[in-house]
């Protein structure tokens, strides 16, 4: 085999960077983290609502009580 004849094979595969190119789409959907972000802040409020509702129940037995009936064992959430 001569060296001109060497030339002629093909080359192996290149390496492929571990990352994309700049300018390049992600190769990911980063409207996932976002949600995230949100339904993270959803939880925040329904913490809120859930604590809200608890001090109203409080109130609301409480007034019961003064009015003279007796609701606390029936009354769980």
């Known amino acids: ?27 990911f959907d980063v409207s996932a983290q976002a ?12 913490a809120d609502i859930l604590q809200g509702i608890c001090e109203l129940k409080e109130c609301v037995l409480q007034q019961a009580e003064k009015d003279g009936h007796s609701v606390r064992k029936s009354m769980t959430i």
């Open 1 to 27: 085999m001569t060296l001109k004849a060497k030339n002629n094979l093909p080359l192996p595969p290149q390496h492929q960077p571990d990352s994309d190119p700049p300018g390049e789409p992600l190769p």
């Open 35 to 46: 949600e995230f972000q949100v339904n993270d802040e959803r939880q925040t409020s329904l």
